[in-house]
């Protein structure tokens, strides 16, 4: 049976509800140069490129490459499908239009200029200092990070409030006997958004909080859509060989090496890597040499494309050193 409307009385405004809502498709695009992460942004380097998802779009991939090149001047390659973003409070200026950001992780080289004007490169650890462990424990961690940690733990209203506080932060830092777990980027960064140490969870308090610590600020939650992107790639490259997707054609097998370990914040042990890199068949002679090692000549490789149909499963993995 249909129900019947009375004539005069307004219905509940769904549709305009429903209106309220776009759709933005967000590209995390990282590279590896001279051993460091990069990421390509946008925005005086405080945004991620994006742009919305439009009728003329043929699918969402295409309307992605589409945005990036248009704001960059950089074509994509390798790209898969990251996560999607939609909570409610995500906008940054409280409009009440619902955001839904379907967002994608890209590998490429750095070797085309993007548009000086619109795009540039940064360091990754710009936004993450405290994510980079291969000279040792940053002394930004125990010197402040986790003092502030534990007067936000000691804080709470109650005990239980306290030791959800303190474990989450002992879990995600490495803390109480915990070991450090590369992975967990977008825990510890939500953690410290939650404490409120870094700007975007307080804009108005923002030059108070030293970008030398808690990191560089990216507008609405893109730090949090990089921090999801890195966290899939550091497990990503443990079983499966996307870190050439950022090699250069030839390469040494230390410079391969250093872009696992640039991933990764970590160093792995020399001697672990090679043996599974050459026992995995990842990689094969080129029967040139490399001079720009600065001391004697290496030996020069290139990805073995035919381990991709050998093997459904093949990965880096990453022997880290205890050094």
């Known amino acids: 049976m249909q129900s019947k409307t009375t004539p005069g009385t307004k219905q509940p405004a769904r549709n305009n509800r429903s209106q309220a809502v776009s759709a933005d498709l967000i590209a995390v695009v990282i590279a590896v140069t001279n051993g460091e992460p990069r990421v390509l942004t946008i925005g005086q380097a405080g945004a ?7 009728l003329g779009h ?14 960059t001047r950089h074509p994509l390659g390798y790209i ?41 490169w940064r360091n990754w650890y710009d936004y993450f200092p405290w994510e980079d462990h291969r000279a040792g424990v940053p002394s930004a961690l125990p010197d402040v990070i986790v003092p502030r940690l534990k007067a ?11 030791h959800d506080r303190w474990q989450r932060a002992a879990i995600a830092f490495g803390l109480d006997g915990y070991a450090w ?7 510890r960064y939500e953690l410290l958004y939650e404490a409120a140490f870094v700007e975007e969870a307080d804009r108005r308090h923002g030059p108070d909080i030293p970008q030398s610590v808690f990191g560089r ?3 609405a939650d893109h730090r949090r859509i990089l921090a999801t992107g890195i966290a899939r790639l550091r497990a990503k490259i443990k079983y499966r060989p996307v870190v050439f997707e950022l090699m250069q054609p030839v390469f040494t097998l230390l410079q391969l090496q250093r872009s696992v370990e640039a991933l990764a914040g970590r160093l792995v ?14 990689v094969e002679e080129t029967g040139a040499m490399s001079t720009d090692t600065g001391g004697r000549p290496a030996k020069l490789f290139r990805f073995r494309h035919g381990v991709l149909a050998e093997r459904a499963v093949a990965g880096t993995k990453l022997p880290l050193s205890r050094a």
């Open 217 to 219: 600020a990216m507008q």
């Open 80 to 120: 898969e499908q990251l996560y999607t973003f939609a909570d409610r409070d995500r906008a940054a200026n409280g409009s009440a239009q619902r955001v839904v950001s379907i967002s994608y992780l890209a590998l490429t080289r750095e070797e085309q200029a993007a548009s000086a004007d619109k795009a540039a």
């Open 181 to 187: 777990n590369e992975e967990l980027v977008l825990q």
């Open 152 to 162: 936000w733990a000691d804080a709470a209203d109650d005990r239980p409030m306290h």
């Open 48 to 54: 991620l490129p994006s742009g919305p998802f439009e």
């Open 269 to 282: 042990h020399k001697q672990n890597f090679r043996r599974l890199v050459e026992q995995q068949e990842l």
């Open 58 to 71: 043929r699918s969402l991939q295409s309307g992605l490459r589409d945005w990036v090149e248009q704001q």
